[in-house]
Structure formats: C-alpha cells, structure tokens
C-alpha cells in the first residue's frame, strides 16, 4: 500500500454493501454525487429532465431529491463525520482502528449479515484496552453480560455497522474465524513501528496465555498455518526476536515477553 494512499476510501467502504440495480455499488454513490450536483446548479430541473440528462429512472432520481440517498453514500458521510476516511498512521482515529482491528481477529467479530462488530472483553475486564480505543474512536457501546459460561462482550450501538465496515475495509474478517483463511491486514506492511507494536499488544493482552511463574508466553488458535506464521513474524518484529511458531501454537520467549512488556 503506498504511503500517500488513503487507509480507508469511499470506494471500498461503499463496496461493502449490496445495491439493488447496481453491479458496483460506489457507482450509486457516483451517480447519486452527480445528479445532486448537477441538481444544485440547475435547480429548475426536475426529476424528469435529470432522468433523460443521466439515463437513470425517474423514479430513483425523484427519490434522491426528496432525500433519499443510497445506503452506502449515509455510511460514507457518517465515516467521514468520526475522521475514519481521513485517518492516517499515527492520529488518533487510525489508533483506534488498528486497535479495534487487531481485537476482531484475537477476541471479537464482525456479523456477515449487517457488519455488527463485537469484542469479548479480556481478563481485564472492565480496564480492557477496547473501551479506550471505542471511545477514542468516538462511538457509543453497550457490554452485554451474563452470557452464560462466555465472556462478556462490548458492542458499538449508534453507527457501530459503519464502523465494521471500515474494520473490514482495513482487513479485518467478517463472519466465523474458525474456518476461514485469514491473513494480516495488508497496511501493516507499510506501517509504522508503533502501529505494528499496538497491533501486537492488543492482540497479545487477548490471546497471551502465561506459565505460572514463567515469563514465557503462548498463543493457541485453530487457524490456518501461514496466518500463525505471519502473527509469528510481525510479534518477532515487534519484539526484537524471540518468537517462534510451534506446531500448536506460537511461542513468545521470555526474553521477547520481557522486551514487549508486562502483558499479564
């Protein structure tokens, strides 16, 4: 990913959704731009005239005049309004992505149906990272307890489907992980050191299981060989070496848990 490219684009946000009568749903988005445009400069013309001057249905173009817009184009603009379009490595809004994103592949979700993301909270419970980084990302949440036997869980109430769909634009999975063939997000790449060492603690403070008195620390997933290995390499990274993949699970040395920090 080039450095000057955006993290997060309309193109791919508005792509995230399914648009009737549209095969590429950031071409509602277009046109939806274009005729409102062209609206304002000729605000005599009615939806009759636009339909002819775009080849669109009137009906569809009477709809935008009146205020409807496209799913997509309210999930752009409401992107937009948190800072998440224009976040970059660094700033706060992006912190709170990456962070976010690191806890749906490590203890939380992202539902198929409507991009609803969720995040188990860990055995910090309510001093967990991911209330920090909900709130700096600045949306509202609900824990929802008492799920019997499973860890609580914190849900993004009021926008929280357009923020999964930023989370998935990012990389992030969508749906069950169990059977899926995961990889890392792509921009950890080109990422700063401190946006791969948060990605790395929050995964850790989710996953991270320690030995009694050790210092060692393992992380165990039923995932697939090369996703565990690309974790393996970016913890390695992160820590100055010392990690190592396993046949069951990735293996942080004591000497590589001391260089990261306390983490439990």
């Known amino acids: 990913m080039p450095a000057d490219d955006p993290l997060v684009t309309d193109r791919a946000l508005a792509r995230t959704y399914n648009t009737p009568s549209y095969a590429d749903p950031f071409d509602a988005v277009q046109d939806y731009r274009a005729v409102l445009a062209y609206h304002t400069r000729h605000p005599d013309m009615g939806s009759g005239a636009l339909a002819s001057r775009f080849d669109l249905p009137r009906g569809r173009i009477r709809a935008w005049l009146n205020g409807s817009a496209p799913d997509a184009v309210r999930a752009i603009d409401t992107a937009r309004e948190y800072g998440w379009l224009t976040a970059e490595f660094g700033d706060d809004a992006f912190t709170a992505l990456n962070t976010l994103v690191a806890n749906v592949f490590s203890g939380g979700s992202i539902t198929e149906s409507n991009y609803a993301p969720s995040f188990a909270l ?8 991911v209330f920090d980084a909900l709130e700096l990302a600045g949306v509202d949440y609900d824990v929802v307890a008492d799920r019997e036997g499973r860890a609580d869980e914190v849900r993004p109430t009021e926008d929280g489907t357009v923020l999964g769909r930023v989370l998935a634009v990012l990389g992030a999975p969508v749906g069950p992980k169990v059977d899926a063939r995961l990889s890392l997000p792509d ?5 700063p050191a401190d946006t791969r060492e ?35 390499d970016l913890i390695d990274d992160v820590a100055g070496g010392g990690v190592r993949l396993g046949e069951r699970d990735i293996v942080v040395s004591a000497d590589a848990a001391r260089a990261l920090g306390t983490v439990r």
């Open 122 to 129: 860990n055995h910090r419970g309510e001093d967990s990272h």
């Open 187 to 191: 921009y950890l790449e080109s990422a």
């Open 198 to 232: 948060t990605f790395v603690y929050s995964y850790l403070e989710n996953r991270a299981i320690s030995h009694g008195g050790k210092a060692t620390l393992t992380i165990q997933e039923e995932r697939n060989r090369d996703y565990l290995a690309a974790l393996a």
